[in-house]
């Protein structure tokens, strides 16, 4: 770190009892340029002084360092690969192997729009599928209240813009502008608090065991310093089953390219260990 970004990391240690080193120094900058902002500061000392004279200033500064957003079908290239290549191709492995389970592990959910995205393209298989199959999805998460939120599976109108309509009347119940995930598509998912750096678990406990085909590790790794990257990427391939797949975001691949892993199509964010 430079002098300034020292300087920033020290703001976020004697406010948050969140280990900051862990974080990207980039991340951290622009996380705190953008709290200068929309707090109407025009600098760093006048944004140091609002935070000793705001409680609920720090409080909002500590919370901007959760990593929670998420979306329905966020990348349509890899969910398109998804649902006419992968999932297929998993199917009919399993419907001749003697454990018929898809077991997939949906890290880091945030309020659960990737796990229900993932339960919506097995049940439209299912649908078009003669031979029966089952899959669990856990997801994980490492903030108790996105996995409060993705139980509940509330979400505004406007969360919904990538969901195909046939899909929404389907899945989701309406009231006003809040649209309800149906029972129906939960029943498959288990939600459950856990942190990726925590180093004395390779999965979820909900899980009981690795043995993951798919896990979903999207729009995490940039944030953090390539030490802590590199944890998560082992506990991600610890937990793959063998020929697993590990999908990231769009903006993750290249990190993934240079640590022993292969994409399985181009440009797809959809990848295997080499």
Same mark, same amino acid.
């Given at each position: ?14 406010? &948050? ?9 980039? $991340? *951290? ?13 025009? &600098?760093?000392?006048?944004? %140091? ?10 409080? =909002? %500064?500590?919370?901007? %360092? ?10 349509? *290239?890899?969910?398109?690969?998804? +649902?006419?290549? =992968?999932? !297929? ?7 001749? &192997? ?15 729009? #990737? ?22 999805? /856990?997801? @994980? ?5 996105? =996995? ?23 899945? $989701? ?11 129906? %598509?939960?029943?498959?998912? #288990? /939600? ?6 925590? @180093? @004395?678990?390779?999965? !979820? !406990?909900? &899980? ?6 798919? =896990? ?10 390539? !030490? $802590? ?13 063998? +020929? ?11 990190? *993934? ?18």
């Amino acid at each position: 770190m430079n002098k300034a970004e020292e300087h920033i990391a020290d703001i976020y240690m004697q406010y &948050s009892e969140v280990n900051v080193a862990r974080y990207d120094d980039t $991340f *951290l900058k622009n996380t705190l340029q953008k709290r200068i902002e929309e707090s109407g500061c025009g &600098s760093v000392d006048e944004y %140091l002084l609002l935070l000793t004279r705001n409680e609920l200033e720090s409080k =909002i %500064l500590v919370d901007s %360092l959760q990593i929670s957003y998420s979306s329905f079908f966020r990348n349509p *290239l890899t969910y398109n690969i998804l +649902g006419k290549l =992968i999932l !297929p191709g998993l199917i009919d492995q399993k419907i001749n &192997s003697k454990n018929n389970q898809i077991r997939i592990w949906s890290a880091a959910c945030a309020a659960g729009q #990737e796990a229900y995205s993932i339960a919506m393209l097995f049940e439209e298989l299912r649908k078009c599928n003669v031979n029966n199959h089952c899959y669990q999805i /856990f997801a @994980t998460d490492r903030d108790e209240n996105q =996995i409060n939120m993705a139980k509940k599976g509330h979400y505004h109108v406007s969360a919904l813009d990538n969901v195909g309509l046939k899909m929404v009347n389907k899945w $989701f119940r309406r009231l006003g502008e809040i649209y309800t995930v149906k029972t129906e %598509l939960k029943k498959h998912i #288990e /939600f459950s608090v856990f942190d990726l750096l925590d @180093t @004395t678990l390779s999965s !979820p !406990p909900s &899980s009981i065991f690795g043995g993951f085909d798919i =896990i979903f590790c999207a729009n995490v790794l940039f944030y953090y310093k390539a !030490p $802590f990257r590199k944890i998560i990427m082992n506990k991600m391939a610890g937990a793959m089953a063998r +020929g697993g797949f590990l999908i990231t975001g769009e903006t993750e691949r290249e990190i *993934l390219l240079s640590n022993n892993f292969r994409e399985v199509y181009p440009r797809s964010a959809i990848f295997c260990l080499k």
